[in-house]
C-alpha cells in the first residue's frame, strides 16, 4: 500500500506557500501606491484600450448625440467627459447636428447639443460618477445613460466624466483628487453651461456614491442645494466595506482578516484614502435646507452587501434631528412607513423639516451594476427633478 505520507506532505507545502503568499499580499498592499491601483483599478479598461472611446456610436448612440470633451481641474489634471444629449431633444435637432464635427471637441461651447443645454430654460442635468476600473463607456455604463434620459422627456442630459488617471484623463486618483474632479464636473455644469444647482441631479454608483457624497458636502457647506442626490450600490466607509467586499461578486479577498481584529485594525490604519461616505452624507443633510436623497441598492449585489444602504439611510436620518436619535428608534420610526414589494424589496421613505427627504429603495434584482440601466434608478431621478408631480414618497 503506497504511503499517504506525500499527499499530507505536498498539501501542508501548498497551504503554507498560500498562507505566506496571501500574508506577503497583505503587507505589499500597504503601500499607498500599490493599493490605490488595487482600490480604483483604474488601469483596468473595459473597453480595451485600443477601443476608441472618442467615437461613442460604437456603443448604440446616434451619430454626435454623445459629445466627447475635455475640461481641466485646479490643479491642472485634464478630465475626460461625455455630454449626452436626450434622444428626443437630438431628434428635433438631427440634421444640424449631423454636420458638426465627430470626436473629442476642442471647444464644446460651440456645439449644438452645448447651445441647446446652456441656452434652454428647462433643461436639466445628470452628473453621473462611475464606479471603479473602466471608463465612461464600460459595461452597463453606456446603457445606463440611455435609461436616464428616458421617461417621455425631451430634457434630460447627462454629463459623465473619468477621474483623473481613468481613460483618457490624466493624473493618478485618490480620495482628494477624485472629489476635486467631480467638483470641477459641477463648477464646469453650473459656470461654463450655466445650468443652475436646482436644475441638476447628482448620481453616483459604487465609488461614484462616494465621490458624490464629498462633492455634496463641499456644496452644502457653501449653501448649495442641488435639485437631488441618488447614491446607487454605495458604501457607509472604505473599511466598513472591504471585510466585507468580493471583488466580482465571488472573491471575498479581506474576509479572512475579519476573524483577527488585531491583523484587521493594522491593515485599516494603513489605508491611505478613508471615503466615509456615511459622515459625509450626514453633513450634507444636517447643512442643507432642502434635501431629496434617494439611496437605491440591489438585494442580490455580491460585491456590496445592501447592509450598506441601511447605514447610509441611517446616517441620514439621524442628521435631520438636533442632538441625533438611538438607532433602535430610527429603525422603528422608518418600519411605519416601509412598504413592503415582495422579494426582499422594500422602500422606505423618511420625512423631516418640511423639506428634507430621504427615500431608501432596495430592489430584489440589478445585481451590482446592471442595476443601473432599471428603471428604479431613473424613476429616483425623475422624482428628484420633480417630475412625478408630487407623488415622489409615499408614506
Keep these: 500500500m503506497a504511503s499517504i505520507a506525500p499527499i499530507f506532505r505536498k498539501a501542508y507545502l501548498s497551504l503554507f506557500f498560500g498562507v505566506s503568499f496571501y500574508i506577503l499580499a497583505l503587507v505589499a498592499l500597504t503601500n499607498p501606491w ?4 488595487v482600490l480604483y483599478a483604474h488601469r483596468l479598461q473595459s473597453p480595451a484600450w485600443w477601443t476608441d472611446i472618442n467615437k461613442p456610436e460604437q456603443f ?7 459629445t466627447p470633451f475635455n ?21 428635433k435637432h438631427e440634421s444640424e447636428i449631423l454636420k458638426q464635427p465627430s470626436g473629442c471637441a476642442e471647444d464644446i461651447t460651440q456645439t449644438t447639443a452645448f447651445r441647446l443645454l446652456r441656452d434652454d430654460p428647462n433643461s436639466l442635468l445628470i452628473i453621473n460618477f462611475h464606479g471603479n476600473a473602466g471608463t465612461v463607456a ?3 455604463r453606456t446603457d445606463s445613460y440611455r435609461s436616464l434620459s428616458d421617461g417621455s422627456t425631451s430634457n434630460i442630459h447627462i454629463l459623465a466624466i473619468d477621474y483623473r488617471g481613468y481613460g483618457l484623463s490624466t493624473g493618478f486618483p485618490t480620495e482628494s483628487g477624485l472629489i476635486i474632479d467631480g467638483i470641477t464636473a459641477v463648477d464646469w455644469a453650473t459656470n461654463v453651461a450655466k445650468v443652475p444647482a436646482s436644475r441638476i441631479v ?5 465609488l461614484g456614491t462616494a465621490v458624490t457624497a464629498g462633492i455634496v458636502e463641499y456644496y452644502a457647506k457653501k449653501g448649495v442645494d442641488f435639485a437631488g442626490v441618488v447614491l446607487v450600490a454605495g458604501f457607509t466607509s472604505l473599511s466598513n466595506l472591504l471585510p466585507n467586499y468580493s471583488i466580482g461578486g465571488f472573491l471575498p479577498l479581506l474576509a479572512p482578516l475579519k476573524a483577527h481584529p488585531a491583523l484587521w485594525n493594522l491593515f485599516q490604519s494603513s489605508l491611505a484614502d478613508e471615503w466615509q461616505s456615511a459622515t459625509r452624507i450626514a453633513n450634507f443633510v444636517r447643512l442643507s435646507k432642502r434635501v431629496r436623497l434617494f439611496i437605491v441598492h440591489s438585494n442580490d449585489d455580491h460585491e456590496i452587501p445592501w447592509s450598506n444602504a441601511e ?5 441620514a436620518a439621524n442628521a435631520t434631528t438636533e442632538g441625533g436619535m438611538e438607532v433602535s428608534l430610527i429603525e422603528k420610526m422608518k418600519a411605519r412607513t416601509t412598504i413592503d414589494m415582495g422579494d426582499g424589496a422594500f422602500i422606505s421613505t423618511w420625512k423631516a423639516g418640511g423639506n428634507k427627504i430621504i427615500r431608501e429603495q ?3 434584482y440589478g445585481h451590482h451594476s446592471r442595476i443601473l440601466t432599471y428603471a428604479t434608478v431613473s424613476l429616483a431621478a425623475l422624482k428628484a427633478f420633480g417630475l412625478d408631480e408630487g407623488g415622489s414618497f409615499p408614506l
Design 34 to 37: 500599490l493599493q490605490r491601483h
Design 71 to 91: 475640461f481641466t481641474t485646479p490643479d491642472h489634471e485634464t478630465i475626460y467627459a461625455w455630454h449626452v444629449m436626450p434622444l428626443g431633444l437630438y431628434a
Design 362 to 364: 432596495i430592489v430584489a
Design 138 to 140: 464600460q459595461g452597463w
Design 60 to 66: 448604440g448612440f446616434a451619430k454626435n448625440q454623445v
Design 311 to 315: 447605514g447610509l439611510f441611517i446616517a
Design 202 to 206: 447628482i448620481l453616483g454608483q459604487s
